[in-house]
T-cell receptor, first 112, second 111 residues
């Protein structure tokens, strides 16, 4: 089983719909992250969480919200999806800043 | 100006060639430098992790950091078709709470 599991792997949704992307990890790490990846822009941080009670905005948090349900679970929501949120979304976890970040396989989201 | 600049490629080289991948950055506070490899339809995986200036070697891979020039490199010797992937540089400072990624360079090794 993968250390970081994202669901769904692919999703097509309509403009204005609410959608949730889920992430769970078995590494036992406190830190979890949500990134989006766009061609030519690399990975950009949406939200990050250092523990269940500590959630922080990243560089592109507008239009997104997150929930840290447990140490192992971190979900990302798009309250009202828009086409420019079409991207590849990655969840990641790390023990601390100076150790390896483990990424999930990604969720390809298309907003039509 | 982006904090981290990376040529997106694509870069195509024949099998066995030496590959050089590079990033430049603007923030002198960056002290930790990483290279991630991302295969198609997969998440990034850590390849190399270095601290401050200098070289680090791991098998066919060498990571080089020149803080005076704000320039980092990844060299791949005896490149193999299995090295075909997107390579992302990443970095952060000692007190930073987040990692800054480059946009990635797409590499293709021709058999």
């Amino acid at each position: 089983d993968a250390d970081v599991t994202q669901t769904p792997r692919n999703r097509i949704t309509k403009t204005g719909k609410r959608i949730m992307l889920e992430c769970s990890q078995t590494k036992g790490h406190d830190r979890m992250y949500w990134y989006r990846q766009d061609p030519g822009l690399g990975l950009r941080l949406i939200y990050y969480s250092f523990d269940v009670k500590d959630i922080n905005k990243g560089e592109i948090s507008d239009g997104y919200s997150v929930s840290r349900q447990a140490q192992a679970k971190f979900s990302l929501s798009l309250e009202s999806a828009i086409p420019n949120q079409t991207a590849l979304y990655f969840c990641a976890t790390s023990e601390n800043m100076n150790t390896e970040a483990f990424f999930g396989q990604g969720t390809r989201l298309t907003v039509v | 100006q982006k904090e981290v600049e990376q040529d997106p490629g694509p870069l195509s080289v024949p099998e066995g060639a030496i590959v050089s991948l590079n990033c430049t950055y603007s923030n002198s506070a960056f002290q930790y430098f990483m290279w991630y490899r991302q295969y198609s339809r997969k998440g990034p995986e850590l390849l190399m992790y270095t601290y401050s200036s200098g070289n680090k070697e791991d098998g066919r891979f060498t990571a080089q950091v020149d803080k005076s020039s704000k320039y980092i490199s990844l060299f791949i010797r005896d490149s193999q078709p299995s090295d075909s992937a997107t390579y992302l540089c990443a970095m952060h400072g000692s007190s930073a709470s987040k990692i800054i990624f480059g946009s990635g360079t797409r590499l293709s090794i021709r058999p």
